[in-house]
């Protein structure tokens, strides 16, 4: 069976560029979780969904960061007017329920450089 | 709120070594304790996790790690290692009940030498 998969891997922006993240998690898997990794870092919390609904967006660190999951699968996060601090290996996370005992499964992640 | 720390940001080991690699947590309530591992240009991958039950908990690729309540601690060790699990891993922590994110550590890099 298929894994998270992210696309694309690699992603270069030039500075005040938009860029759109996509993550297609495993099919039937409820939650859905976006992680930053920052160059030596652990993964920060983003933002989490249940289904469609994004439940928990403390995590995005300003305004020009959007995530969306329309159909309750596949989610997008994009971010407006990259900044060269947004250069980081963005994870995509699911997991089949909705409770806490329930492992999250990682995808390989896309990684931002904004020039 | 939750944290973790992982005390050593880089560990090297000899081949056929054991090794432990220390992960201390933070919260107000009951969690659950998991350990990933990351390989280079990959996404984590969980090795073991910590739910309820035996303190002592068996994961792949012959790690185990145990639950210490008193002294929140959740190390992982291994009796050997092989130049095959030098990678970085990554401490998280999740309080039980309902939806929670994951905290996760900064990671411990290590290194096992041939």
């Known amino acids: 069976g298929a894994g998270v998969s992210q696309s694309p891997r690699y992603k270069v922006a030039k500075r005040g560029q938009d860029v759109a993240l996509r993550c297609d998690p495993i099919s039937g898997h409820v939650s859905l979780f976006w992680y930053q990794q920052a160059l030596g870092q652990g993964p920060e919390f983003l933002t989490y969904f249940q289904n469609e609904a994004q439940l928990d967006k403390s995590g995005l660190p300003s305004d020009r960061f959007f995530a969306e999951r329309p159909e309750g699968s596949v989610s997008t996060l994009k971010i407006q007017r990259t900044q060269q601090e947004d250069s980081a290996v963005y994870l995509c996370?699911?997991?089949?329920?909705?409770?806490?005992?329930?492992?999250?499964?990682f995808g390989n992640g896309t990684r931002l450089t904004v020039t | 709120a939750q944290s973790v720390t992982q005390l050593d940001s880089q560990v090297p080991v000899f081949e056929e070594a054991p090794v432990e690699l220390r992960c201390n947590y933070s919260s107000s309530v009951s969690v659950y304790l998991f350990w990933y591992v990351q390989y280079p240009n990959q996404g984590l991958q969980l090795l073991l996790k910590?739910?309820?039950?035996?303190?002592l908990v068996k994961g792949i690729n012959g790690f185990e790690a145990e639950f210490n309540k008193s002294q929140t601690s959740f190390h992982l060790r291994k009796p050997s290692v092989h130049i095959s699990d030098t990678a970085e891993y990554f401490c998280?922590?999740?309080?039980?009940?309902?939806?929670?994110?994951?905290?996760f550590g900064i990671g411990t890099k290590l290194q096992v030498i041939p």
């Open positions: 998280a922590v999740r309080n039980s009940g309902g939806y929670q994110k994951v905290t």
């Open positions: 996370a699911s997991s089949l329920e909705d409770r806490s005992n329930s492992p999250l499964h």
């Open positions: 910590y739910l309820s039950g035996s303190t």
